[in-house]
């Protein structure tokens, strides 16, 4: 009886040290983005990819000369908006929209981590957790 006993004392640690991976696995949005500088964007949401373990939004950007670069902008996970509302289709539905981001750290052109999403009527959608600054600062060209 002492084996089974160990036996299964054994296969919950495993079980327990299994489902403890993917915490580990996981990062502070500081490894992979400056935290300390805040990039504002105007553009259009042309995709939403809202899988776990992030929900991805990639924004269309028209610069000076018409030319349009796709910004992939990673945000929190999908289980942070159950119950508020929020879905991929009404992401997609809006009109023009400014976007506060933090840039990738590593110079990646055309990635950051949405904190903010703001339409022109004013209603705006905090997605990137926590510390989102309270209004869109205005807009500016990102490089």
């Not at 160990?6 to 992979?32: D, G, I, T, Y």
């Not at 929900?55 to 902008?73: E, H, P, Q």
């Not at 703001?118 to 490089?143: E, I, Q």
Request: net charge positive; glycine share 8%.
């Amino acid at each position: 009886m002492r084996t089974n006993l160990k036996k299964c004392l054994a296969v919950a640690a495993v079980a327990a040290l299994a489902s403890a991976l993917p915490m580990v696995a996981h990062h502070a949005v500081s490894a992979e983005f400056d935290a300390g500088k805040v990039i504002t964007l105007k553009g259009t949401v042309s995709r939403v990819d809202w899988v776990n373990p992030h929900i991805f939004i990639y924004l269309d950007v028209k610069d000076d000369s018409g030319k349009v670069t796709t910004w992939r902008l990673q945000s929190v996970p999908p289980m942070f908006f159950k119950g508020s509302g929020l879905t991929k289709d009404k992401l997609l539905d809006g009109p023009e929209a400014t976007v506060t981001a933090y840039p990738a750290k590593d110079g990646t052109e055309a990635f950051g981590f949405l904190l903010k999403l703001a339409y022109p009527d004013g209603h705006f959608y905090n997605l990137g957790g926590g510390n989102a600054p309270a209004a869109p600062p205005a807009p500016s060209s990102a490089k």
